[in-house]
């Protein structure tokens, strides 16, 4: 089986080696470049065939939100990680409206990095659990946050991709189903993540089931 190609970015050599070393022992993963700059980056991507681009946010010259923004015009296909010391939410929206598929903090182990590495990797989201809480803080500071019941103001196009991750379609197949790209998919599944309170795929289904909403979709 082909391996992951991964290429990881950040500005500190500590941090690069580092998580490279997490992770070179494993023969499903290849790590094709250790880069300090998002610029780089983006030569790399447009050189090497890659499934998966690890990267800080503050780099000097292109950030990482920048940069992420870039890789998904070139490939839309590689799957993106922030790997970051940033526990904002705008720092996590950023990111995330960028392209990325998951949010970890650099205090993190070896264990949650390969937790969130194969989470994006099956084409889920993944937040650490502190990242996730700051998005659940900053949501329930909104006034049209969620209550907790089957009244939650979902959008006709939400309800309807509601709909089919409940009946255990993929995104890909969400995307050919409605005639939309996989990218439009991401977007209104990172929404529902966010407004379900949500970590992924699974805690849709079971707030479904908490709110009985599986025939008021």
């Known amino acids: 089986m082909k391996p992951t190609r991964i290429l990881i970015v950040d500005d500190h ?20 470049g250790l880069l300090a700059s998002g610029k780089e980056a983006i030569d790399a991507v447009e050189k090497n065939d890659l499934d998966l681009v690890i990267i800080d946010i503050n780099m000097d010259e292109m950030d990482g ?9 070139i490939n839309p296909n590689i799957k993106v990680l922030a790997l970051t010391m940033h526990n904002d939410y705008q720092h996590i929206k ?20 390969r937790s969130a590495i194969e989470t994006i990797l099956n084409d889920d989201i993944y937040y650490s659990s502190e990242v996730g809480q700051t998005v659940m803080n900053n949501l329930a500071k909104k006034k049209n946050k969620i209550s907790g019941d089957a009244s939650t103001p979902l959008t006709p196009r939400e309800k309807e991709i509601y709909k089919l991750i409940l009946e ?50």
Do not use: W
Request: glycine share 6%.
């Open 13 to 32: 050599k500590v941090v690069r080696d580092g998580v490279a070393m997490y992770l070179e022992d494993n023969p499903s993963y290849e790590i094709v």
């Open 65 to 73: 939100i920048e940069t992420t923004r870039k890789v998904m015009d």
């Open 94 to 113: 950023a990111m995330m409206d960028a392209g990325a598929r998951g949010y970890v903090l650099k205090s993190c182990d070896e264990v949650e990095m």
């Open 168 to 217: 255990e379609y993929s995104n890909q197949e969400i995307a050919d189903k409605l005639f939309i790209s996989v990218r439009t998919v991401e977007v209104h599944k990172r929404n529902l993540l966010e407004k379900t309170g949500a970590k992924n795929s699974t805690g849709l289904v079971l707030f479904a089931i908490k709110n009985n909403l599986f025939d008021n979709i």
